[in-house]
């Protein structure tokens, strides 16, 4: 078993996400078994109950764990699903400490940050590695060297590299280089200051991944080895490009690969470029849309990583480029008009009342201008509002959630989470089974009768209003395995309208996005022909 940690300085928001995603790919396409773990150092024991404000997107994984969007990454770039164990925060690691704790189990000694709490988190690192017969597990380091509250996890990592053996576990830092002035000249200095307070604490880097705007130049690269005792092909140029999906070519290209497998004294794999199409019709797509992204935390597009990343898979798959057209959903309740420019529109999920009256607007917009309309989550539940206010004639028709006392719930609380006080981790969560009925749109574009897609919801489809529903042309054609829940919702009369109670966003890979995505582009595009003729 081969470790290699990815760590970071300077500032935050370098990008270590996606550097360890592009590095897992290489590793993976040149033939090794490799998994990656995010270790994230706050004290929140998962990022269910977490803001997207404050933390992006929520990704949920197939075993209903809620984890950091990095995982969702990791997930496209090594097309594999991960369990909850590939996610490590503080919270987690306390946790298990003080419980262990309370059985007793330290016998009536102290318990101390070392030993036991760094011995935890290595025993949460191997638990990973121990699965699936893996060659390679990255393990990616959340915030930046000299960050109080990831230093444990940094003296853990420090003493598996000194237990697993030298050849066993290397270090790469992902580091900053200013481009200062009208000349651009590059700045070492930041990299030279990060990696000797990286040494403080006993660890030698192995590669620097130098992240830059402009490629690093061979005098900048030089410097970097000299000061900081990594040699030359061990930096690594990170410089901006126009999608993430071209950056494991960029590191190829400098020869990481061999450098790893050279260094971890393993057998050379052969690269093989699996996105090589993908990547044409990303850099030459042969038409474009526009959709409009219609959700409350539009400030932060980070909030909806998973739907963009589809629409690039999208692209990849069928040449047709997405412009995401963002609207924050409060715009729509005084005008429309900012969706006359899109061809499509998408309304994703969220929590909370703020907002929803504006995606019920967008929703409307669609259905009557027989726009494509694609709902996700709470999306399809404000499909559901729409509908029954607009077409049953159901005016306060509501969720319970945003108004308890509504004469007509047509959304209405999981019978399962009644009671239930604790936010965290108690919602439908993970992959669940959705039976398709035959001859209908979801049939059609998923070409099979049953599916296992990701949910996150504590509400659904009040089963009272199901009949009056579909009386009234709307047709529940996915349903759970008990046939209860409505899954997917679409329009008797037209084949653009679709919505889902489950995300589809958190399975989208590459080479396989996620088909309602692929059918919304699809439809805008031949919206955006007829509205020309």
């Known amino acids: 078993m081969r470790y290699i940690a990815i760590t970071g300085g300077v500032i935050s928001g370098l990008g270590k996400g996606t550097i360890t995603s592009s590095l897992s790919h290489l590793l993976v396409n040149s033939g090794f078994r490799v998994t990656a773990v995010k270790i994230d150092p706050y004290l929140n024991y998962d990022a269910g109950t977490m803001n997207p404000y404050q933390h992006g997107e929520v990704f949920v994984l197939d075993d209903g764990s809620e984890v950091d969007l990095d995982l969702g990454n990791y997930e496209r770039f090594i097309d594999k699903s991960l369990t909850g164990d590939n996610n490590i925060t503080t919270g987690k690691i306390y946790k298990e400490v003080i419980e262990k704790e309370r059985r007793g189990e330290f016998l009536g000694n102290t318990v101390q940050i070392i030993p036991n709490v760094t011995n935890e988190i290595k025993r949460k690192i191997r638990k990973v590695a121990l699965k699936d017969n893996n060659d390679i597990v990255l393990i990616e380091v959340g915030g930046t060297v000299g960050d109080i509250e990831s230093m444990p996890f940094l003296e853990a990592l420090r003493e598996m590299k000194r237990e697993e053996g030298e050849n066993n576990f290397m270090f790469c830092h992902v580091t900053l280089i200013p481009e200062i002035g009208s000349s651009m000249e590059q700045k070492t200095k930041p990299t030279q200051h990060s990696v000797s307070a990286l040494r403080s604490i006993g660890i030698q880097p192995d590669i620097i991944f130098a992240r830059s ?76 849309v526009k959709i409009a ?14 739907h963009k990343e ?23 309740k005084t005008s429309t008009d900012s969706l006359k420019e899109v061809s499509g529109i998408l309304v994703p999920g969220g929590f909370g009342y703020r907002g929803v009256e504006g995606k019920i607007e967008a ?171």
């Open 213 to 288: 705007k402009f490629p690093l130049s061979v005098e900048s690269r030089k410097k970097i080895s000299l000061f900081t005792d990594v040699p030359e092909e061990g930096v690594i140029s990170i410089n901006d490009v126009p999608n993430v999906y071209f950056l494991p070519g960029i590191m190829y290209q400098q020869g990481i690969v061999s450098f790893i497998v050279t260094r971890l004294k393993m057998q050379n794999g052969s690269f093989q470029d699996v996105w090589e199409e993908m990547k044409k019709n990303l850099e030459y797509p042969r038409d474009n």
């Open 293 to 306: 992204l219609v959700g409350k935390y539009t400030e932060l597009k980070d909030a909806y990583m998973s």
């Open 310 to 332: 589809a629409f690039i898979h999208v692209t990849g798959k069928t040449g047709i480029g997405v412009e995401i057209k963002w609207i924050n959903s409060d715009s729509l």
């Open 363 to 533: 929703i409307r917009y669609a259905r009557e201008n027989r726009m494509p309309f694609l709902g996700i989550c709470l999306g399809f539940q404000a499909a559901v509002i729409e509908f029954s206010r607009n077409v049953l004639g159901l005016k306060n028709a509501n969720s319970s959630e945003f108004h308890p006392e509504t004469n007509d719930p047509v959304i209405d609380l999981l019978p399962e989470q009644e009671g239930i006080k604790d936010l965290g981790g108690t919602m439908r969560l993970g992959a669940k089974k959705v039976i398709i009925n035959s001859d209908t749109l979801a049939s059609r574009i998923y070409g099979k009768n049953e599916i296992y897609e990701r949910h996150r919801h504590r509400y659904e489809v009040n089963p009272k209003y199901i009949g009056r529903l579909e009386e009234a042309g709307i047709v529940f054609s996915g349903r759970d395995e008990e046939g209860i829940r409505m899954e997917i919702l679409e329009l008797a009369d037209r084949e653009n309208f679709i919505a889902t109670q489950y995300h589809s966003e958190f399975k989208s890979r590459p080479l396989s996005p996620s088909p309602v995505h692929v059918h919304l582009v699809l439809s805008a595009q031949k919206y955006k022909e007829s509205s020309k003729a």
